[in-house]
């Protein structure tokens, strides 16, 4: 077993409770196997680790599990990210004087004879009369020192929606704090936001789509979780993670992580310190500092406005961000556009390829307009083959004779 190391990222070593290396039976192999394809199966069928980033950090995680195997550090990277100080009940209890919370989340990992046993992480632990002391930073690494939030915390969470962020709560290990993803485009999810109060005093609302998710660890204190998610909105609006308009906060993809985490620890540990939050950033910090002691080339105007921002983000209820005028996307509609007129004023059939998108464009703009006979005089250039395997225009071209006449 490792002695506990405050300087360092700690896992109890399961293997004097796997059981010897005794042959094992055909009864345990074939249930090794089974847990063995159901993890494969796992991994192949979600997107857990599908990013180069994501999987990047699941082989961090599995070196620093060193006195596990790889596949059983894997299986507790799966259940609870974070979880880096873990063991079986018994041994908690013998060893360092703790016993499970009630409720707490085991943790499954493979034995050669069991087939499997489970495992806890610290945070789902609580101390006896008898216990030893762990180092803070194992047990709550992030949780503040001094001082306390009030209303803040839901005042940013809900202000936060506004941007397209959805926090939610996790159960996560004790070395987790949170963390933040830009939303697939293929996701449609929206929340309300509220953008004022009627005249009978009843709150107004708008759906805003939803474009990243931030994710909190639900095991820490309302402290912890505040600094948490000053952290991760530092990281969207240094421009970590893009922009939908360079109006509201810059694009910088593309910086080395040590500045990205100075920047966002940079942002929490100064609006923190400015609400009379001690936040332990100082040990963070450390960890991306180079050898020379040298802070990372990060940008100062960047964490000044970042920082400025989240501070009236936690205060005071804000407007809805102004709409974004996408010239790009006008450019482009004018571009189709410009090609449906080619093909309304042709004197000839269309051949060969057509540009569908151009189409659509054009017969979008025609129904607004209820100019049915555009999109007939259209529709009957192009071969009666082409428009049939495009049900949406063949619809359109329907409905427009049926309507065509009235105006």
Not at 45 to 57: D, E, L, S, V
Not at 401 to 407: D, I, Q, R, T, V
């Amino acid at each position: 077993m490792m002695a506990p190391d405050s300087g360092q990222q700690m896992a109890f070593d399961l293997r004097q409770d796997e059981g010897s290396p005794s042959e094992a039976s055909p009864a345990a192999t074939w249930e090794q196997d089974t847990a063995t394809r159901a993890l494969d199966d796992l991994f192949s069928h979600t997107f857990q680790y599908r990013t180069g980033k994501a999987y990047h950090g699941l082989l961090q995680f599995i070196a620093h599990f060193h006195c596990y195997s790889p596949f059983n550090a894997m299986l507790v990277h799966v259940q609870m990210p974070g979880a880096v100080f873990v063991a079986p009940p018994h041994r908690w209890l013998r060893d360092y004087g703790r016993r499970i919370r009630a409720g707490a989340h085991p943790l499954v990992v493979l034995q050669p004879m069991g087939p499997v046993m489970f495992v806890f992480d610290v945070s789902d632990t609580e101390a006896t009369e008898d216990a030893l002391p762990l180092p803070p930073e194992v047990e709550k690494p992030f949780e503040a020192r001094k001082g306390h939030i009030g209303s803040e915390l839901e005042t940013v969470i809900a202000n936060a929606k506004r941007d397209g962020l959805r926090i939610t709560h996790s159960m996560e290990g004790s070395q987790s704090a949170g963390s933040i993803q830009a939303v697939t485009e293929d996701v449609a999810v929206s929340q309300k936001f509220q953008t004022g109060i009627d005249k009978q005093r009843k709150p107004i609302f708008t759906d805003i789509p939803v474009k990243y998710d931030l994710v909190v660890n639900a095991k820490t204190g309302r402290e912890a979780r505040y600094a948490t998610i000053v952290h991760e909105l530092a990281h969207l609006y240094c421009g970590h993670l893009g922009t939908p308009c360079d109006r509201w906060w810059p694009d910088r993809r593309g910086l080395r992580r040590n500045v990205r985490e100075f920047e966002a620890e940079s942002v929490a540990h100064m609006v923190c310190a400015r609400s009379g939050i001690d936040i332990p950033s100082e040990k963070y910090l450390a960890c991306y500092v180079d050898s020379t002691e040298q802070v990372p080339p990060i940008s100062l105007e960047c964490v000044m406005k970042a920082a400025g921002l989240i501070e009236t983000m936690s205060r005071q209820r804000m407007e809805p961000r102004k709409p974004i005028e996408d010239k790009e996307a006008k450019r482009r509609v004018g571009s189709l556009l410009k090609v449906f007129h080619d093909y309304r004023t042709s004197s000839e059939n269309l051949r060969g390829w057509i540009d569908l998108e151009a189409i659509d464009t054009g017969f979008k703009k025609a129904l607004r307009e209820r100019d049915y006979d555009t999109i007939i005089a259209v529709a009957d250039k192009i071969p009666e083959n082409v428009l049939q395997k495009d049900p949406k225009l063949f619809t359109w071209y329907e409905n427009a004779l049926m309507h065509s006449g009235e105006n």
